[in-house]
């Protein structure tokens, strides 16, 4: 079957002063095209370091990354910034938007990185806002706004590139209940969409809504079950 | 082309929105580069005044002409020591317009200060020069109305002077001065001429001036004085071989032996020019030290406020390569808000500099004026001083890991 990511013996071992810390142990991960998935596990347990990888962010200390049937685990810096500005969309615990820059630029951001023209980039960006469902609100400014509309400008961030996969690290932690339910709501339907969303959460309840969750302990993968 | 122009546009917005956040410390920043690039600017006006008027004024000495003297017009050594030479003379004069073969013209003159009247106005020590028929032409001066001296004048040594401009406007106003009579010390002259408008020379003017013949000088205001014999060479190619000449010449008359060194000097033009060029040489290489020193102080305190820029927008730098920036787009972004922020110094130090200059030539007899050159210099010093202290802190910031900028709150 067609693979979108597939993780193999992926190991990242960090030196924290003279101590080496065994983040992951050998991770072996396939997701698959427009599949929900959640990553779960308690902090240390290396769900973090997983998600750093999945994003590009970081490059394992060994083993094979495919994104899209891509090599990406030898990848340079400047080429990891361009896989990460083409295929991932992140929805950050803390938004991450730029607090100078209102919702509109927030957005654009990823589109001004692929080299997308003025004009282009405003309609894309306005329509990524719109699916959120804030364009009434696209000329405020971060701290103008509440913790979820706030969210929901990131989400159309990691949307407005029309990105492979969306990855969210713990999106609800910083909602209330109510918040994180809409927020929650958003990506079940940008699932229906088609898109493919990992979400990484330490929450059981956030965690049972996707469609497959996986479970890390100590750098490995205790768990992997299909939830519907 | 065009793409860079977009993305150095869509940088300068992000530099712009920057600045303004901090708007007192990026104004305190850019002071050391303003400090540096109006110290340059300020002195090239005022060399650049002085171009305009004493360059031309030493000009008109004319480059052909030589000029013997009791004292040298510059010396490293103490005057006193030329004050027992004897005095030029007229004879000397005479014997050097017979022989010198290389001399197209030979004037002496002399000069002395008095006061100068007409009717109820005096003008107190004026400079009268006494001199003969050709000086007009060996010293380059210029008739404006009237004429100068005819050999006939100059030999009844009558009692006729010609004008500078500023005597003539101090006295006669609008009035035409030609054969009006003032007093000169306490004899009554005739006004044959005005000289043409010349301007000022180390903020002395050079049109406060009247012009006798010789003779007068000697007969009126008494005869134990030293001679200028002008002399102006047929050959401007051959300045130094007529000088050698014109050495040769004097020493005979004074009849020097060649062991006795010259008790006469010569002057040339040159020699003004030398000191000039040696004068604003040095002014200029003052001010590039103290514009490079401070341009070098204000480079370091840009790069200190990149580097602090730096970390306090590190989450931003994190947010940015998150999203895909790469890094030669982030060393971009940071290098050209350190060049805004230079470029900016620049551009007030450069308004300053007009300020400046407007108050020097108001306040000093000076002229001063901006030249185009230092001001394009001014600004591409200081776009250069942003560009190279801002490439450490902008690669500093390329090269920060995103992962753990995203962590810094």
């Not at chain 1, 996707?210 to 302990?217: C, D, E, F, K, L």
């Not at chain 2, 000289?195 to 001036?209: C, I, M």
């Not at chain 2, 927008?313 to 808000?337: D, P, S």
Request: charged share 25%; proline share 3%; hydrophobic share 40%.
């Amino acid at each position: 079957m067609e693979s979108l990511i597939e993780l193999k013996d992926i190991v990242k071992t960090y030196k924290v002063g003279a101590e080496e810390v065994h983040a992951l142990r050998g991770v072996n991960l396939l997701i698959r095209p427009n599949e929900y998935i959640s990553i779960m596990g308690p902090s240390g347990s290396g769900k973090s370091t997983l998600m750093n990888i999945i994003g590009c962010l970081d490059t394992p200390t060994s083993g094979r990354y495919e994104l899209e049937n891509v090599p990406v685990h030898e990848m340079d810096d400047n080429q990891l910034a361009e896989i990460r500005n083409r295929k991932i969309g992140f929805v950050f615990q803390t938004f991450n938007l730029l607090p100078r820059a209102n919702a509109l630029h927030n957005v654009e951001l990823p589109l001004i990185y692929s080299g997308v023209p003025a004009a282009k980039r405003k309609i894309l960006a306005e329509a990524a806002i719109e699916r959120v469902g804030l364009s009434d609100r696209k000329n405020h400014k971060p701290n103008e706004l509440s913790g979820g509309q706030r969210q929901r400008v990131a989400i159309a961030r990691a949307l407005v590139n029309n990105p492979s996969l969306i990855l969210a690290d713990e999106p609800t932690g910083n909602l209330d209940s109510t918040t994180g339910e809409e927020i929650m709501q958003i990506f079940r339907s940008l699932h229906a969409a088609g898109n493919t969303v990992v979400l990484i959460t330490h929450e059981r309840e956030v965690a049972e809504q996707a469609n497959r969750i996986v479970h890390i302990r100590d750098g490995n993968i205790a768990e992997d079950i299909q939830n519907r | 082309m065009t793409a860079f122009l977009i993305k150095l546009w869509e940088n300068i917005k992000i530099a712009l929105r920057a600045l303004m956040q901090s708007k007192m410390r990026s104004v305190l920043t850019t002071i050391g580069i303003v400090i540096g690039v109006l110290t340059v600017v300020s002195v090239a006006s005022i060399i650049e005044g002085l171009n305009r008027g004493i360059a031309g004024q030493i000009a008109t000495l004319g480059g052909n002409a030589l000029y013997v003297q009791k004292y040298p017009w510059v010396s490293m050594e103490d005057f006193s020591k030329f004050r027992n030479r004897p005095n030029l003379t007229l004879k000397e004069a005479d014997f050097i317009r017979e022989r010198m073969k290389s001399a197209e013209a030979v004037s002496p003159s002399t000069g002395t200060r008095q006061d100068v009247r007409y009717r109820n106005k005096t003008l107190n020590g004026i400079s009268v020069t006494g001199v003969s028929d050709r000086y007009d032409v060996v010293t380059g001066l210029v008739i404006e109305e009237g004429r100068f001296f005819s050999y006939s004048e100059i030999e009844r040594e009558k009692n006729n002077v010609v004008i500078g401009w500023e005597i003539k406007d101090k006295l006669f106003e609008n009035r035409n001065p030609i054969g009006e009579k003032i007093r000169i010390g306490t004899t009554t002259y005739t006004v044959i001429g005005i000289t043409e408008k010349r301007g000022n020379f180390l903020g002395e003017s050079l049109d406060a001036e009247v012009y006798v013949p010789l003779g007068t000088v000697f007969k009126n205001f008494g005869w134990h004085r030293s001679l200028t014999i002008a002399v102006k060479v047929n050959d401007p190619a051959k300045v130094e071989a007529a000088k050698d000449e014109l050495r040769f010449l004097m020493r005979t008359i004074r009849k020097l032996t060649p062991t006795e060194e010259d008790d006469f000097s010569i002057n040339q033009q040159e020699l003004l020019t030398e000191m000039y060029n040696k004068l604003t040489g040095g002014l200029y290489t003052a001010a590039f030290g103290i514009g490079t020193l401070s341009l070098l102080v204000g480079g370091i305190g840009i790069m200190n406020i990149m580097l602090v820029s730096v970390t306090e927008r590190r989450k931003e730098i994190g947010i940015r390569k998150a999203l895909g920036a790469k890094r030669k787009v982030i060393t971009f972004q940071f290098l050209v808000e350190s060049v805004i922020i230079c470029g900016v110094g620049g551009v007030i130090a450069i308004l300053l500099s007009f300020i400046v200059s407007i108050i020097i030539s108001k306040i000093t007899p000076f002229p001063s004026a901006v030249p185009a050159w230092s001001v394009f210099m001014g600004l591409g010093f200081s776009a250069l001083i942003g560009l190279f202290f801002g490439i450490y802190p902008a690669s500093k910031a390329a090269r920060l890991n995103p992962i753990e900028c995203l962590r810094y709150e």
